[in-house]
């Protein structure tokens, strides 16, 4: 039998954490003993330090850039730095399994974890992996992924469809307190903005603006993004935070419509909830284009209207959300359609299966 401890780790993004916290409660309640390796500065230290009864530790890591940067010559060190500080993690901890949600710090710890034979599963929630995901995969015994094109780009003997994991408390959510919390009245239907956990600087500035003749329509709760709250904006029927976390359930209760980049975890939360939602992906100039396969793959199926980040300004913003308010009753015919799985069991029963034997 496995000893009930295990190591998760992923961050970078708020993406390659939103899995991992959607496991966490499941784990504890069945008695794991939960270690998270993470970065020393990223989200995932923010999201995971305060959950009790996890404990946090920071690594070095780097960023594998795909482009041309001094950096590149520094983040070598800091990766090989980065194993050998997993090492000696994992070595005092002893967990019979890791699991790796993804982002650059998760590489020296699957690294690691192979030097000291401890079974590891990946989760992949992009159509096409990650570049840390690629670098990470060879030193997985298990991957598992979100979308079932994934399959065509990884390991068949490795590979396991198990859909999206989305995070139950996310169901749960009171629509008077999100509407409170945001201090709004709820007279209109409630439009909520989300940049992703860095924010998103072209949505931002074309939802400005766009302010007035938003607010006309819509109450407007924008996460905009750490530093990016705009303190010269007062306008009526409109909220702005840098981030929600302990509220989310509550504000997405709250929600009628969504405007959001695409990524993996958030959309198929949304589709969770069927709640309609203009995409805006994050173009190929700023990204590796994963999120326009996401979008494209929403659209193809009905769940969402997309808007090219090249083409976004304040008028076509303007004019898709409109269109999409007139369509959201096909969006959410949809949606009904969607069979969503017990995901969250079967990522569970695939590391219960493939954690070490205690010795």
Known sequence: MANKRIVLT????AGHVMVNLAIIPTLQEEGWQIDYIGSKTGIERDLIENIH????????????????????????????????Q????????????????????SV?????????????VVHESDITPGL??????????????????TMNYVSADKAEWVGAVVRTELLEGNKQNGLSYANLPGKKPVLLIMGGSGGAQRINGAVRQSLSELTE???????????????TVQQ??????????????????????????AGSNAIFEFLALKKPMLLIPLSRQASRGDQILNANSFKKQGYAHVLEEEELSSDTLKQALQK???????????????????????VIQVIKDNAKASK
Not at 88 to 102: D, E, N, Q
Not at 132 to 149: D, G, Q, R, S, V
Not at 217 to 231: L, P, R, S, T
């Open 324 to 346: 999409l308010r007139n369509e959201a009753s096909i969006v959410q015919d949809n949606m009904r359609k969607y069979q969503t799985q017990e995901a969250k069991d079967q």
């Open 53 to 84: 009864d996890v404990s946090y530790h920071a690594i070095s890591t780097g960023k594998l850039r795909r482009y041309m940067s001094k950096e590149n010559f520094k983040d070598p060190f800091k990766v090989l730095t980065g194993i050998a």
């Open 236 to 261: 009526q029927n409109y909220a702005q935070f840098e981030y929600i976390q302990d509220e989310l359930p509550d504000v997405l209760a709250a929600t009628s419509y969504v405007l959001s980049r």
């Open 86 to 105: 997993a090492f000696r993690i994992l070595g005092k901890v002893k967990p019979s399994v890791i699991f790796s949600k993804g982002g650059f710090v």
């Open 217 to 231: 329509q819509f109450e407007i709760i924008h996460i905009c993004g750490k530093n990016n709250i705009d303190a």
């Open 132 to 149: 840390a995901n690629k670098l990470a995969m060879p030193f997985a015994k298990k991957i598992l992924t979100t979308f079932p094109e």
């Open 108 to 120: 020296p710890v699957l690294i690691a974890g192979r030097m000291r034979g401890l079974p590891a």
């Open 10 to 13: 992923g961050g970078g993004s």
